[in-house]
């Protein structure tokens, strides 16, 4: 049962686009929702997250919106970089679970110059 | 701050052989770690919550007679993989809970790979 979900596998951007990552989620217990980057062959790197309370956050570079009647957020990366290029996860936390977290499929991004 | 560190980074073992995994938060305590599995081009895996002191947690479809978790103190916790086989060969990695408990932090993880 996937209650996090990112239905795009993929995303090509160009260097100093923005770059749009989507997200949908089922369980309207989640609490906290978090984004990760990854690298091949390398952990999750946190990005930036957002209480359910709140519908947007923003760190630098990357903001983090939130949708709750739609069930939705999506992170925006601006301007988009090389660097930026990995995989994306979406994650979101139940309410009293220990901070379990469940994941999203990733979102490929490919920033090209 | 909060830097999680796994060793070792990759591992090759032959079949029916035993391999542990450690998890370290470097510098701070971790009352919760987690650990993950990672097939390619697909999402992590919860695997099981591991809490200091007590049992590990594990996640329907897990044998927890096969992936022996230890968190023995707030700063490690250990997978043992048992009887290994080649479709155990995977990505392993943990995670440690913060100070703010919505906060997780990754290791760099382990490929393991069964022959």
């Known amino acids: 049962d996937q209650q996090v979900k990112q239905n795009s596998p993929s995303l090509s951007v160009q260097e100093g686009r923005i770059s749009i990552l989507n997200c949908d989620y089922t369980n309207s217990m989640f609490d906290y929702f978090l984004w990760y980057k990854k690298y091949p062959a390398e952990g999750p790197t946190f990005l930036i997250s957002i209480s359910s309370i709140k519908d947007k956050n923003e760190d630098g570079r990357f903001t983090v919106f939130l949708n709750k009647s739609a069930k939705h957020l999506s992170l925006h990366i601006v301007p988009s970089q090389p660097g930026d290029s990995a995989v994306y996860f979406c994650a979101a936390r139940l309410t009293d679970s220990w901070g379990k977290l469940q994941f999203g499929a990733g979102t490929q991004v490919v920033v090209t110059p | 701050g909060a830097v999680v560190s796994q060793h070792p980074s990759w591992v090759i073992c032959k079949s029916g052989t035993s391999v542990k995994i450690e998890c370290r938060s470097l510098?701070?305590?971790?009352?919760?770690m987690f650990w993950y599995r990672q097939f390619p081009k697909q999402s992590l895996m919860l695997m099981a919550t591991s809490n200091e002191g007590s049992k590990a947690t594990y996640e329907q479809g897990v044998e927890k007679d096969k992936f022996l978790i230890n968190h023995a103190s707030l700063t490690l916790s250990t997978l043992t993989v048992t009887s290994a086989h080649p479709e155990d060969s995977s990505f392993y990695i943990c995670?440690?809970?913060?100070?703010?408990?919505?906060?997780?932090?990754f290791g760099p993880g382990t490929r393991l790979t069964v022959t």
């Open positions: 995670s440690a809970r913060g100070r703010q408990d919505y906060e997780q932090y």
């Open positions: 510098d701070f305590q971790a009352t919760t």
